[in-house]
Every structure is written in structure tokens, then in C-alpha cells.
């Protein structure tokens, strides 16, 4: 507990000087940050919209981390979750399959999308000794392009006259609270995702030798654990968990893909699994932190000339400072590796 | 002359060297005997100065030594050739040579810096390509770079630490002509080495340790290498006593049974033996002669050729019989996730248990009683189930692997050297567990290369020598696998 307050205090002081080193008024720029984020239902409702995504892309970064898989390709597996559900999509929308079906569906086949994007990189490590960060910045380039030719090309509207998919109807889309905000039904589903991320890793037999493997692979293999089914294993629920917030961030927001539908989630899933540690309870904290950081930046960037970009500095900022003072110590090994 | 006088360094309440006294002579080669654990590397790394003696003095010419600066050693001339190669494999031949020789900041001429050790190349007739990758040169000709890099120093003793270990044979026999010509120039040359031929073939003198002690010295010439043998393993108990007794039940039975080692290499072949219910067999021999492969095949953790039998079926170690229980040899890294609780660690056993799961849930609840419950029985010394393994002594730390290995009685018992490393005690205590299994019916196959260990122990022993179980009465059946 004091070493999540020390944590806390780090991360405010962390925003204040970023802001101070781009010569803003601290105190001004954190009462308007703090209004943007928290001011009022409004405002809230956009933190919460940023925190979804962020939530369970992290959650899907805890999963191959713990298990030493250091899993870069967020972003690809997200791509390619929205994609999967985009091709059914294009399926689903002349058809007269009920709504909650269609959804279902869409959302089902986003995990697998994203499943099949991590599990390609788990097998091409156990099975070729390619290493996981590589090849899932590799793979993360091969899905943006994918998903450019495809709204470009097979999955285009053919309508309109942009690079976008056609536009879901409400009836496949998640519902949302209040016609007034972008808040919808996926909150529900970040939610679920943390807490069976927690049972699995905590409770279940499978998400223990996840752990084991990740901490300690001979231990495992001297115990007749068959680490790299347990790589893969961890490598395809990763990655169906960033293919999931592909498909709510499609069905909850974005209602048509287009290239700007790759923008960023996954890479800063990283980040944000780092801050909480890789422990789910801190990790839907820092998701809420970082959504708070971009709700609020945006309305700093309505007073200020400095865009939103500034965020990204402070997240940066923030992470390694964290690592740098060692309050992260408890997962070093990982960070050494990886970071 | 550098000379040892009643040296003495713990590791926690292990003594891992115990009033070591030793003389290492000019124009010698002086070879330091002993199984893994025996003190060797301590010893080297007190001469070498990485590592600092609780008591005792290192004198070389009549001078204290500055135990602990490792930099100040290798001026007065003390070098060690690691096993391990201290070379940046992406750097040329001259830069490895040069990186040796610089001091101090300031611009860097590597032709100039390794003419010292070309020098010396030259005087032992080594042709050198000095623009060559050092990392893509054969293991031996790197060898020659570390030994180059040692020599330009002006070294006077030169300590190799087990140099023949990741050499060929044709490399081996290089070698040993290079530590010839040292020894007529004069050098100290200090050799640690576990294999008895290669000491026999090339030491002048030699000192043997067994648990931090120095258990015999004498010039080579008047030794013998059963002698050496009884030294490095202690007293030599009865061998090969085909036990014909029916009170032993049917268990383990391996025909044929052949394996690989971690590096492909033929580790067993031709392995008939069995392990019954009720006895404990004891697998001996010098080590790296395929007994910890054996433990593992055993084990169900390497794959194997050839026929292996459990109560006449298929052995299938996935299967609930047998049970199998290991304690292997590395207990910090096979045996343990330092990283992860004492209570996870006991997960790495109980997860498979049907009393402490529900379907692919654990049952948390149980499994903190369960832990509690072994916390208690075994004496495992900690506060909290909830610590992490590292924070354990390492008594402690067996402690916790023997518990969940032992907690209920297995079929079969697999154990490496499970009193490595640990004080008396400790040790009793874990001897103490494994015979409680063999008396409640488990087949036990103890691996040890300390025969006091297997003595103590087994009901009988085999011996291992390059992959095979030797015939053969008393040392002379270890000499043979001792190359």
C-alpha cells in the first residue's frame, strides 16, 4: 500500500515537472487536466472510453509477460482482432441475424483474430527460436498493413469515397449508456476481462504454470511442465485479448475501420501493464491513470498550444522514472530483459 | 611460491573451505583434484583475488597477498584462464589482445597494445590471425587468446580452471604442450580439473580436496589413481553386490535404455537395470559420465530409446502410477522459481494433486493449509508462506524441495545429490527423509557422486562410466570413466 502511494506520488509529480520543462503553468495545466478527466459526467465518460481499450490490451500483455513472453505485438493483435470482425462484419450487415447474435459473433471472432496473431508468434518461438519481441514488431507492421489494403480495397465501402469499411449498424453495435456520451456496454467487458485475467493467473491450474514458466522455466521443465505449450498457450490468450479490445473498440466506437483505427492501443497497453506491475488489480489503476491522462490533456490542449501530444511525453516520462527510482523493482528481471 | 597456509571460508553454515593448506612451486604444474562442491573454485577465486578468506593467510614469495583486489593480484603476476571465455566474440583477435592490455582512458591503438601478446604467440610458435572474429574461431583457438591474454602480463602463476572441459581431444593434447612449455619457463602453472587421466598425464604434483578439506597431496609419480580416486570420493563401499533378496517388490526396469545429453551427444547407451520397490539404488561414478541424465530420464524429464518398464508396463510419468518424486541436482534453478513464493513453490507439486484442485481451479484455501501444514512438519525456517524462495537459506531451500517432494510417500524417488551443499544437519535430515521413503515402499534411485552419500544410503550401486554401467571391483571400476 505505502509503495502505491510512493507510486501515485511519483506519477503526479512526474506530470507536474513534464509540464514544467514545456513551460505551462503547473498548477493551471493540472486543475484543467483534472477537470478534463474528472470534472464532470462528461468528462468522465471520456476517461472511462480511453480506459477500456487500455484495460484489456494491458490485460493481454500481463498474460504473455508472466509467462517471459515479451509480447510487443499489442498493437498487431488488436489490428487484427478488428479486422476479423470487420470480414465477418461484411457478412453480417446485409444478413437478418439478430443483433446480439451478430455482436457475439463479431466479438468472438475478434479473439480469435488477435489469438491467431499472438499464437503465430509463440509458435514461431517454441517451435523456431525466433524471438517473441521481434517477431511481433514485425508482426505489428504486417497487420497495419493489412488492415490499410483492406479498407482500401476488399472490405471498402463501396459507397463512400474514403478508405473505410461500411459503418455497422446500431443493432451490432455494444449499446451505450446515454445517447450524449460515447460511454458504452464495453466497460462491462474490460471489467470481466480484469477479474478473469486475476482468476487465472491466481486460480486456476493453468494460469499457475503460466507464472511458473515465466519465473522459472527449468523449475518447470524439471517438473514435467511442458513449457512451451504453456508459451503458446499464453501467447494465444494474449493475443485474443488485444484482438477482443480490437472488436469492442470497433463495435463500442469506431463502427468502420479505417486506417486510423490502428492508434496505438497496444503499444501503450505496455506501459500501462508496466506501471501496475503485471498485476491485474494495479493494472485496471494505471489503464484508469493513463485514460484520466488522455481525457484531460484534452482539455489542456483546448487552453494551451501544445496538442495532445504532450501525454505521450508524460506517460514516457512517468514509466521511466518509476523504473528508474526502482519502485517497479519487483518485476526487474522482466524489465531487464525487455525494457 | 605462492603458499596457502590454513585458509578457511564459509558461505553461510556451509564451510566450503575448512584449514586448506597448499604450495604451489615454480616450474610445476600443480593439479587441484575434486568433485563438483569439493572447494576447487573457491580456492582459485580466494588465489585470484575475487574472493576474500574468513581466516588464514596467501602468500606469494614470502609476501601477504591483498586478498579481495582482484586488479592488484594479476600485477603481482597472478592470471586465471576461466572456463568460461572472457572475450567479446564480436571483436577481432587484436581488439580481444588490446582489450586486455589497456589502461587508463585515452586513445587506443590496438596494433601497438597487443604486441606483448603477439610477442609471446610468437615464442610458443602459435601462427595468429589477428583480423580474425574472435567468436567465430574454434573453442581451442580461443583458449589461446585467453592464455595470450593471460602471458603478456608478465604472469608468473597462471590458474586454469578446468581448461580440457570444452576441448576436443586433439585440442586437449594442444594444450597440454602449451602448459609443458609454461612449466619449463618457469611459470607456476595451477590446474583444476575433475578428470583423472588428464591429471595423471600432464600434473607434476597434485592436492586433492573433498568438502573443503585437503584430503592428500603427493608428487604424481607416487600415487596411483585408485589412490586418487579414494580421495576425490571417499571410502569405497562394497560394489556391484547383486542383491537376489525377494523381499523388494517389482518397480522400475530399464532394458537398452539409451539417451542424449543436452548438447546431442550420446549421454547413456546399453543401461539394464532395475530399481525396486523398497531398496535404494545408488548410482555412482565420477560425475558427468551420464548420471544426471540417467535421474532425469528417470524422472520423466528426458526422453529416452530402449525399453523402460514400471511394474511391468510402459513407463508413463504423466500417468498417476508411479508417482514420481524428484529432487534434482540444482536446486535453485531445477528444483525451485526463486522468484515466486514458498506457498508456489509448493504449487509446483500440489497443483497436480486432485485435493488441492477443482477441475482447472486450485483451491486456494487448501493449498494455504496444505503449505502451512509442510512449513510445520518439515521445519522449514521462515515467517511467512507468502516469502519469496530466495529468502530462504539454502538448507532451507532443500528443505522445501525434499517436503514437496516427500510430503506423501511416492512410488518412485529420484534424488541427485540431494546432500550437496548443505551442513550436517541439514543433510542428516534430508538422508533421513529419503530412507523414510524406501521403508513406506517407494523405489529410491539416488544419483551421488559422493560415495560417503551413496555408502550411507543405498542398499546397492551401480556405476556409471561414459554412459554405461561398469563391471569391475572397487576404484578400478571408476578409473575408467574418470577420463
Given at each position: 500500500m505505502i509503495r502505491a502511494l510512493a507510486i501515485a506520488a511519483g506519477l503526479v509529480l512526474s506530470l507536474a515537472v513534464t509540464l514544467a520543462v514545456f513551460g505551462l503553468p503547473v498548477g493551471h495545466s493540472m486543475a484543467l487536466m483534472a477537470q478534463g478527466a474528472f470534472g464532470d459526467k462528461l468528462a468522465i465518460t471520456r476517461t472511462l472510453v480511453k480506459t477500456i481499450p487500455l484495460t484489456i490490451t494491458a490485460m493481454g500483455i500481463i498474460v504473455a509477460w508472466r509467462a517471459g513472453m515479451y509480447n510487443i505485438g499489442g498493437e498487431g493483435q488488436f489490428v487484427s482482432g478488428g479486422l476479423a470482425a470487420a470480414v465477418l462484419a461484411n457478412w453480417l450487415?446485409?444478413?437478418?441475424?439478430p443483433g446480439w447474435m451478430g455482436l457475439t459473433a463479431m466479438l468472438i471472432v475478434s479473439v480469435v483474430g488477435g489469438a491467431a496473431w499472438g499464437g503465430l508468434a509463440g509458435w514461431l518461438k517454441t517451435?523456431?527460436?525466433?524471438e517473441v519481441v521481434i517477431s511481433t514488431i514485425l508482426l505489428n507492421f504486417v497487420a497495419i498493413q493489412l488492415l490499410a489494403w483492406v479498407v482500401a480495397g476488399?472490405?471498402?465501402?463501396?459507397?463512400?469515397?474514403?478508405?473505410l469499411t461500411l459503418q455497422l449498424p446500431d443493432r451490432v453495435m455494444l449499446p451505450k449508456f446515454d445517447p450524449q456520451t460515447d460511454l458504452h456496454f464495453g466497460i462491462f467487458i474490460a471489467a470481466l476481462a480484469a477479474v478473469l485475467t486475476y482468476a487465472f493467473l491466481y486460480f486456476t491450474r493453468a494460469g499457475f504454470r503460466t507464472r511458473l514458466v515465466g519465473e522459472g522455466e527449468r523449475a518447470a521443465r524439471a517438473n514435467r511442465i511442458d513449457a512451451d505449450r504453456v508459451k503458446i498457450g499464453a501467447m494465444l490468450i494474449s493475443g485474443g485479448l488485444c484482438g477482443l479490445a480490437g472488436g469492442v473498440e470497433y463495435t463500442g466506437i469506431a463502427g468502420q475501420l479505417g486506417t486510423s483505427f490502428a492508434q496505438g492501443w497496444g503499444f501503450l497497453a505496455i506501459p500501462v501493464a508496466l506501471l501496475g506491475g503485471l498485476h491485474p488489480f494495479w493494472v485496471v489503476l494505471s489503464a484508469l491513470y493513463f485514460g484520466a491522462l488522455f481525457a484531460g490533456s484534452r482539455n489542456l490542449a483546448g487552453f494551451t498550444e501544445q496538442g495532445t501530444t504532450i501525454i505521450y511525453i508524460i506517460q514516457a516520462a512517468a514509466v521511466l522514472g518509476l523504473i528508474a527510482i526502482g519502485a517497479?523493482?519487483?518485476k526487474k528481471p522482466i524489465l531487464k530483459e525487455a525494457v | 611460491m605462492l603458499t596457502v597456509s590454513k585458509i578457511t571460508k564459509s558461505y553461510g553454515a556451509l564451510r566450503a573451505l575448512d584449514g586448506v593448506s597448499a604450495e604451489f612451486r615454480e616450474g610445476e604444474i600443480h593439479a587441484v583434484l575434486g568433485e563438483n562442491g569439493a572447494g576447487k573454485s573457491t580456492l582459485m577465486n580466494l588465489l585470484a583475488g575475487f574472493t576474500k578468506p574468513d581466516s588464514g593467510s596467501i602468500k606469494l614469495d614470502g609476501k601477504e597477498l591483498p586478498v579481495g583486489r582482484p586488479f592488484e593480484c594479476k600485477r603481482l603476476g597472478i592470471a586465471m584462464i576461466h572456463q568460461h571465455f572472457t572475450l567479446v566474440p564480436g571483436f577481432t583477435v587484436e581488439e580481444n589482445l588490446a582489450l586486455a592490455a589497456i589502461s587508463g582512458p585515452g586513445p587506443i591503438d590496438s596494433r601497438e597494445l597487443s604486441k606483448p601478446a603477439m610477442a609471446q604467440a610468437e615464442a610458443l610458435g602459435w601462427p595468429l590471425d589477428l583480423a580474425a572474429k574472435t567468436g567465430q574461431l574454434p573453442v581451442g583457438a580461443q583458449q589461446r587468446i585467453e592464455i595470450l591474454k593471460a602471458l603478456s602480463g608478465e604472469s608468473r602463476v597462471i590458474i586454469f580452471d578446468e581448461p580440457t572441459a570444452v576441448l576436443s581431444q586433439g585440442e586437449v593434447e594442444d594444450l597440454f604442450r602449451v602448459l609443458r612449455a609454461l612449466k619449463q619457463d618457469g611459470k607456476t602453472v595451477i590446474l583444476i580439473a575433475h578428470k583423472l587421466r588428464e591429471v595423471m598425464a600432464v600434473a607434476d604434483r597434485v592436492t586433492v580436496l573433498r568438502r573443503g578439506k585437503v584430503v592428500g597431496e603427493a608428487p604424481i609419480g607416487q600415487v596411483t589413481s585408485d589412490r586418487l580416486v579414494e580421495w576425490m570420493v571417499g571410502e569405497i563401499p562394497p560394489l556391484l553386490q547383486k542383491n537376489a533378496d525377494t523381499k523388494y517388490r517389482e518397480g522400475l526396469r530399464a532394458t537398452g535404455l539409451s539417451a542424449k545429453g543436452d548438447r546431442g551427444e550420446r549421454a547413456l547407451h546399453g543401461i539394464d537395470l532395475e530399481a525396486r520397490r523398497g531398496e535404494i539404488l545408488g548410482i555412482g561414478g565420477v560425475d558427468g559420465n551420464g548420471q544426471v541424465e540417467l535421474a532425469e530420464v528417470f524422472a520423466g524429464v528426458r526422453s529416452y530409446g530402449g525399453g523402460l518398464e514400471w511394474e511391468g508396463r510402459p513407463?508413463?510419468?504423466?500417468?498417476?502410477?508411479?508417482r514420481i518424486a524428484y529432487i534434482p541436482q540444482d536446486r535453485q534453478h531445477d528444483g525451485l522459481a526463486l522468484g515466486m513464493s514458498i506457498e508456489d513453490n509448493m504449487l509446483i507439486e500440489g497443483h497436480r494433486r486432485p485435493s488441492l484442485t477443482a477441475g482447472p481451479f486450485i483451491r486456494r484455501q487448501r493449498l494455504r493449509q496444505w503449505s502451512s501444514g509442510l512449513i510445520e512438519r518439515f521445519d522449514i525456517?521462515?515467517?511467512?508462506?507468502?516469502?519469496?524462495?530466495?529468502?530462504?537459506s539454502g538448507g532451507n531451500q532443500q528443505k522445501l524441495v525434499v517436503a514437496r517432494a516427500l510430503d506423501e510417500v511416492p512410488d518412485l524417488l529420484v534424488a541427485v545429490n540431494p546432500g550437496r551443499g548443505l551442513d550436517v544437519k541439514a543433510t542428516e535430515y534430508v538422508h533421513r527423509k529419503i530412507l523414510d521413503a524406501r521403508n513406506a515402499g517407494a523405489a529410491v534411485v539416488l544419483v551421488s557422486t559422493d560415495l560417503d552419500e551413496i555408502g550411507a544410503l543405498a542398499t546397492r550401486t551401480l556405476y556409471l562410466s561414459r554412459g554405461q554401467i561398469v563391471e569391475g571391483e572397487g576404484a578400478a571400476a571408476l578409473v575408467g570413466g574418470a577420463g
Open positions: 450487415i446485409p444478413s437478418s441475424i517451435k523456431r527460436g525466433v476488399p472490405l471498402k465501402d463501396p459507397a463512400g469515397g474514403v478508405p517497479l523493482s519487483f | 513407463f508413463d510419468p504423466d500417468s498417476r502410477s508411479p525456517k521462515t515467517g511467512s508462506a507468502k516469502a519469496r524462495a530466495d529468502s530462504l
